[in-house]
């Protein structure tokens, strides 16, 4: 055997060779970097949503809660480093847009982006490059050309999400309910939608009598930070796209910025945890 070393370990050789720059533009190698290190955080971030799944079939709602508090921290690296990219300016880019946009590449593609979507619950917020109207997710899975890369999408689409995981614990915790339980099997969950006036009224309870629930409580809380650090992402990955190539259209075959501007303002309006934010309405509403 080899020896270890720091180097071996991280196999550097590898890593630190997979930055192919496509063009001479001295501003490339901080385009591929980013969208490098963004992957590996991305699949951290799949490792990680699995584990909290895991949790929560088992029951163990602290343990979910730990996992998804180091989740949220990733979310928050990932939400800061829009920073870094912001400092390309339109005409650093401009000189090696087409290289590396050619033959529709686009982060659209991103299947760990959607991976992660869907272990959060997000299957529906999307629009059709073509129509503009929105559209299920499982349905432009297709536009991915790879039959390998539908399945595995399609696969994890079917899969449940952390809120439903979270939903069959409620459904476990509060049989008197009328919550439907979740399984972690035998479903498949491509149209797993949340808003059912059942799980508000456990949310409500919960969050009514926080000393009784207090570890649900908590776990409703981390997930609201989820879906707001989610919800940021999104701006801030439009608010640098703006700046960076206002409104011309993206390499994918969207519109660009509207595309954008049409999710990102969506995500505020319907909501992947619905019933955490009727709590909230609830509680203000005086209910
Ligand atoms: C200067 C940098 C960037 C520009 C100009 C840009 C532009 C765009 C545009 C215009 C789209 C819409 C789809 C299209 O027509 O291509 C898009 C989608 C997307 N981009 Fe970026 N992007 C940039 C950086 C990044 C980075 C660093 C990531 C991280 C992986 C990323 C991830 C994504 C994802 C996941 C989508 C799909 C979003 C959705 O469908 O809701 N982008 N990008």
């Known amino acids: 055997m080899s020896e270890n070393t720091y180097s071996s370990y991280l196999h550097l050789d590898t890593l630190l060779s997979a930055q192919d720059c496509a063009t ?8 591929l970097t980013i969208h490098q290190a963004k992957e590996l955080w991305f699949k951290l971030m799949i490792h990680e949503l699995e584990g909290a799944r895991r949790a929560l079939y088992a029951g163990d709602e602290l343990r979910a809660y730990k996992i998804l508090s180091r989740v ?39 299947i760990q982006n959607r991976e992660i979507e869907f272990l959060l619950g997000e299957k529906r917020r999307i629009r059709s490059f073509d129509t503009g109207e929105s559209v299920r997710q499982v349905d432009v899975i297709a536009m991915h050309k790879d039959p390998v890369v539908q399945e595995r999408l399609t696969r994890r689409c079917a899969e449940p999400s952390i809120y439903d995981a979270t939903l069959n614990l409620l459904a476990q915790r509060f049989p008197d309910a009328g919550i439907e339980p979740r399984p972690a099997q035998g479903r498949d969950y491509t149209d ?68 954008l501007q049409q999710t990102a303002i969506e995500g505020m309006e319907d909501f992947l945890y619905p019933e955490l934010w009727q709590v909230r309405n609830a509680i203000f509403e005086g209910q």
């Not at 001479?24 to 385009?31: I, N, R, T």
């Not at 799980?199 to 009784?212: G, L, M, S």
């Open 24 to 31: 001479d533009a001295d501003s490339e190698l901080l385009f």
């Open 72 to 110: 949220h921290q990733i979310q928050l690296v990932q939400i800061r480093t829009w920073d870094v990219l912001s400092t390309l300016s339109p005409t650093e880019f401009q000189v090696f847009r087409e290289s590396v946009g050619r033959d529709g590449a686009s982060g659209f593609q991103s």
């Open 192 to 259: 797993s939608m949340a808003d059912d006036p059942r799980v508000f009224a456990v949310w409500k309870r919960i969050y009514d009598d926080q000393d009784a629930h207090m570890s649900l409580f908590q776990l409703g809380e981390r997930l609201i930070d989820l879906e707001d650090a989610f919800r940021r992402w999104r701006f801030r990955h439009l608010t640098t796209v703006a700046r960076v190539i206002g409104r011309s259209t993206g390499t994918g075959g969207s519109a660009g910025l509207r595309y």
